[in-house]
């Protein structure tokens, strides 16, 4: 009978035993929780305000890079969200913020500066570097996050890595997944299990619905 047994765990990496799944299961989770479990990414810049050295795309793209912890109890991905709008709404966009002001010394902008909408989606760190200010250059911006998944581009990827192993018993491997920090690696899984149950449960209606036919 399948079975997970969890060997090691803490808040960024953990380890479990999968008993009696197939290998081409095994590594469809494998996949799934490094790319298939949607988290929060800053997807859309609008730049206010930029006199810096650096281009607005350049900033746009440092910003989409920043991990952020993501809900996924609260918020929906937009293609399954009741608005059906190109912008979003509350529950499926989350809007962060930075405002500068005026410098008058040399000066790192940081993540800790990103100020969310939203308390439960912001950086897992605050120490992420996004540009150098030079006296009198100011950064105003408006910026917004949604959830996502790596299959469409790395900066949704739910895990930095998601490896399995194969131990000396048939049908039983190891899979560590270390994340981002965006979710924790026990909600990477379960979330990988979950999703992976789903496009099984798809495709066996596709091959019913075409045994009908």
Not at 87 to 98: E, H, K
Not at 131 to 148: D, F, S, T
């Amino acid at each position: 009978m399948p079975s997970l047994e969890v060997i090691n765990q803490d808040k960024q990496k953990m380890s479990v035993k999968l008993k009696g799944i197939p290998l081409q299961y095994a590594n469809a989770l494998r996949r799934i929780c490094l790319n298939g479990v949607p988290v929060f990414a800053i997807d859309t810049v609008d730049i206010i305000e930029n006199s810096s050295v650096l281009a607005d795309e350049g900033i746009a793209h440092r910003l989409g890079m920043i991990p952020l912890k993501t809900d996924t109890s609260r918020f929906v991905e937009r293609s399954k969200c009741k608005c059906q709008s190109e912008t979003g709404c509350s529950n499926c966009r989350v809007m962060l913020v930075i405002d500068s002001g005026d410098t008058d010394t040399t000066r790192t902008i940081s993540s800790n500066e990103l100020t969310s909408e939203d308390e439960t989606v912001k950086p897992t760190s605050d120490k992420v570097p996004i540009i150098v200010m030079a006296p009198g250059q100011r950064l105003k911006i408006e910026a917004y996050a949604r959830l996502g998944r790596g299959i469409e581009h790395a900066k949704w990827n739910s895990s930095n890595i998601s490896t399995l192993v194969n131990t000396d018993k048939e049908d039983e491997h190891v899979l560590t997944v270390e994340s981002t920090g965006a979710l924790s690696p026990q909600e990477i899984i379960i979330g990988g299990v979950e999703e992976l149950s789903l496009r099984l449960n798809e495709f066996k209606q596709i091959l019913t619905d075409l045994k009908k036919e």
